[in-house]
């Protein structure tokens, strides 16, 4: 007689699907679990009664909302799944209130699903019972997530996995936007010129970015060490190691911190304040 597998479900909210195509990227899922419903590969009016749902994407429209309170009902265990649903993506665009004007009001004459103020996150709604952090996670991540290895031991944030060497007579007078030819495999990218936050970024990317030369831009959200303290703390540290690592001016220091490069994620840290909503436990994130 087959054995019966458990059931689970990919909802998907407003985002870009690459959290889907890394589930599809990952194998050992097939063998341990029953996927019913996933827009992107399979069809259905509803979500079914499922043992797992993931949920991927922010709450960006009322239709957002709708389809997750609706979802959540049928699902033993939520998991907000990649940066869209743990702190509300790219496009929640941080604090910047008035980008989000130009949004608002509009859609309804179109009869479109009306634009909320700002893509929240689906806890700001909902329970979740686990995060899985990333822009996308991993297809490993995933499979840490599904079918988990009681031996994993992950590395406490994205510079232990990446290896590279930090130099104390290294330091750079000025950072770079862009690559630069082909960084040093071996020399931290903070001594070659480059802004990387790995140093406070959460692990378990095994490094992708960084080791061919691309430096963190934090698309998995606060290690442990700052999960528990406020943005203006994960700012201070992260200010204080290239203010160390380089002789950069602090003032140049601090528009990096906030340019374009580093926002489309750095703002996510501040999700984790705790001003407006309770602490995300540190035993809840994969």
């Known amino acids: 007689m087959a054995r019966q597998l458990p059931k689970f479900a990919v909802l998907q909210l407003s985002g870009c699907a690459g959290c889907e195509v890394s589930l599809l990227n990952s194998t050992e899922w097939l063998y341990n679990f029953e996927l019913v419903y996933m827009p992107l590969v399979i069809s259905a009016s509803n979500v079914p009664s499922v043992d797992v749902l993931l ?57 479109l699903p009306r634009m909320l103020p700002k893509c929240h996150p ?10 899985l952090s990333g822009c996308p996670p991993t297809p490993e991540l995933f499979m840490q997530l599904l079918v988990p290895d009681p031996d994993y031991v992950p590395k406490r944030n994205v510079c232990q996995e990446c290896g590279r060497k930090k130099l104390k007579d290294m330091k750079p007078d000025h950072f770079f936007y862009s690559q630069r030819g082909s960084p040093d495999p071996d020399i931290c990218l903070i001594n070659q010129g480059y802004p990387c936050v790995g140093t406070s970024t959460r692990a378990g990317c095994n490094a992708l970015c960084t080791k061919p030369g691309h430096p963190c831009v934090g698309c998995r959200g606060p290690s442990d060490a700052f999960i528990d303290k406020n943005a203006q703390d994960w700012f201070d540290s992260i200010g204080k190691v290239f203010e160390k690592m380089t002789d950069v001016p602090t003032e140049e220091i601090q528009a990096i911190l906030r340019s374009p490069q580093l926002s489309l994620f750095l703002f996510q840290f501040a999700d984790y304040d705790h001003v407006n909503k309770k602490p995300r436990p540190k035993e809840k994130i994969v």
């Not at 689906?122 to 995060?131: A, L, M, N, P, S």
């Open 55 to 111: 949920v991927s994407g922010g709450v960006q429209t009322s239709e957002d909302l709708y389809k997750l309170l609706r979802a959540v009902n049928s699902a033993k265990e939520i998991v907000a799944v990649g940066t869209c649903a743990i702190s509300g993506g790219i496009t929640n665009l941080g604090n910047r209130d008035d980008v989000r004007q130009m949004f608002l009001s509009e859609a309804e004459r179109f009869h």
């Open 122 to 131: 689906i806890d700001d709604y909902v329970e979740v019972d686990r995060y």
